[in-house]
Nanobody
Framework: QVPLVESGGGSVQTGGSVKLSCVPSRNIVSVECMAWFRQAPGKEREGVAS???????NYADSVKGRFTVSRDKGTKTWLLQIDTLNSEDTATYYC????????????????????WGQGTQVTVSS
């Protein structure tokens, strides 16, 4: 069973918005912290946002003000709202979760994650 399933990607015009979702499988009992990453063709994977145990969020400088990470407690889904899309946002977006509390003390872009999703593609076109 896939531990995390992302959805919500697709083709979007420049300046548009998209909301990505990340749903955990039943095998994931407790998540202490999580993050969203993306990987564009020919580029390294980069962290774009994280949601920490205390509810605080972190964002990469390149996405601040346009990306919003949140959690829908009712559906146990993590969300990534992306606004004012531009061509540099074209990438495959992945969610990742960490189930070990102590590891959430490591800086979000450098910590290991217990589970990863398979990704959802976002393509921005003019």
């Amino acid at each position: 069973q896939v531990p995390l399933v992302e959805s919500g990607g697709g083709s979007v015009q420049t300046g548009g918005s998209v909301k990505l979702s990340c749903v955990p499988s039943r095998n994931i009992v407790s998540v202490e912290c999580m993050a969203w990453f993306r990987q564009a063709p020919g580029k390294e994977r980069e962290g774009v946002a994280s949601l920490e145990r205390d509810g605080s969020a972190n964002y990469a400088d390149s996405v601040k003000g346009r990306f919003t990470v949140s959690r829908d407690k009712g559906t146990k889904t993590w969300l990534l709202q992306i606004d004012t899309l531009n061509s540099e946002d074209t990438a495959t977006y992945y969610c990742a979760v960490q189930t070990t509390r102590s590891l959430c003390g490591i800086y979000w872009t450098q910590r290991p994650y217990s589970f990863w999703g398979q990704g959802t593609q976002v393509t921005v076109s003019s």
